[in-house]
Structure formats: C-alpha cells, structure tokens
C-alpha cells in the first residue's frame, strides 16, 4: 500500500466513520432491524417484515445492509420517524403506530454487540504517533457513540467527536468535516474522510478533504464508493501498514 502510506504522508487530522468502518456495521443493525419487524408485527398485528427491511435496506435472509438504504446512514432520531410511518402506511393509525414503535424500539446494545474491524488500538496509535489527531464522525447518537468508544478502549486516541444530536448538519453535508476541523485546527486539504457509505464520502468531498478513502468492511460495495473516492481499501487494517 505504497500508494496509500504516499497519500497519508500530508495529512494531519483522519476523520473516521464508526459502524461499517471501526466496528462491524452487520452484526450490529441488521440483526436489530429483523427483530425490530417481528417485534412490531407482533405489536400491531399487520405484516411489516417487508415493508421494513425492503425501507431499511436489510437483506432478510443475509441480515447485510445495503449502502442506499435508511439503516446505512440515517441519524436515529429520524429513522425512528420514518418507521411509524412504515407503521402507518401498513394500516395502522397516527397513534398506535407511534405506540408500537416506542414500545419496539431498542437500539443495540454498544457494550455487547461493537466488534471491531481491526486493532483498533495498534491503528490509531499508529497513526498519531505519525503526527496525526484522530475523530469520528458517525451519524449515531452521542450516548451510544462514546459508550461505543469506551467499550472499544480507544478513547484516549481520540481527539474529537461529532454525532447526530450534536447540532451539527449530518453526512452528506460538509458540515461534520468542517467542525472537526475548527475544533482541532487542521486544514480540510490536512484532512482524510474514512468511510464505508457514499455518504460519508460525499461528507469528504463536500468538505474538500485532502484524501478520501472508502473501506469495504460495511455497506459499501466497490461500485458504490469507488465514484466518491480518491482510494478504496478492504478496511481501515491496512492504513496501519
């Protein structure tokens, strides 16, 4: 990866994703999401398996996530909107679908299900012992986000976080890059974007990072990410190499 290491030599700030790109995006979500549709057709009483997954972007059978769909990239605040409206599309009144959902809703539990994508520790100390600050940007919320990062181990590695509820436009909008940026006072053209969804690319791009660098350890495929990217590696392993 002589290609990559030449690439990583300018930059100073590496802004990663977390699911698909640190810890395992599948055994995680899409899991949750097969047993979030049980759980409410058996709440409501209607069929919304479909529905659901086919929304989400879920393989049934595989339980994989595909880059396009909700589950990929969609603050939790707002895919819990989105599924009382799958909810009510099926049938179900204004009221009773948001009472299902509420009593459906049970995001994974970061402390037993983050199984990382790497050393994850050996990677980022490698990387800051080259002179570089590390940070996540992730679409996930604040409270699950850090107990991710302290289930992990990693979190005197890293520098800076930025989440959903933070108040700041999420992916694809620049906006997550540029604040990681002004907090830790890097140049965005200093600055790697590491992500495996068009989204966190796009985020990238928008922000005018120096490098960008889509990974195949999520739910990207390579003909998702490789328009969006300066580079696409298997996973974030080898920018330890």
Known sequence: MTDLADRLASIELVVFDKDGTLIDFHDMWGGWAVALAGALEAAT????????????????????????????????????????GIVARAGVDAQSAERAVAAAWDPPDPLTTSEPLADLRTLLGGLRAGGRRIAIATTDDREPTMRTVGALGIGDLIDATVCADDGVAVKPAADMVLYLCALLGAAPA??????????????????????????????????????FADIVVASVAVLGS
Request: hydrophobic fraction near 45%; charged fraction near 20%; proline fraction near 5%.
């Open 45 to 84: 009483g209607r069929s919304l398996r479909v529905a659901l997954l086919t929304s989400y972007g879920v393989d049934p059978r595989t339980r994989r996530t595909l880059a396009h769909g909700l589950l990929a990239a969609t603050p939790m605040v707002r895919l819990r909107e989105a599924t009382v």
């Open 190 to 227: 200093r600055t790697a974007v590491v992500g495996d969804t068009p989204s966190d690319l796009l985020m990238g791009r928008a922000a005018g990072a120096g490098l960008v660098i889509g990974v195949l350890s999520g739910v990207g495929r390579r003909r998702d990410l490789a328009p």
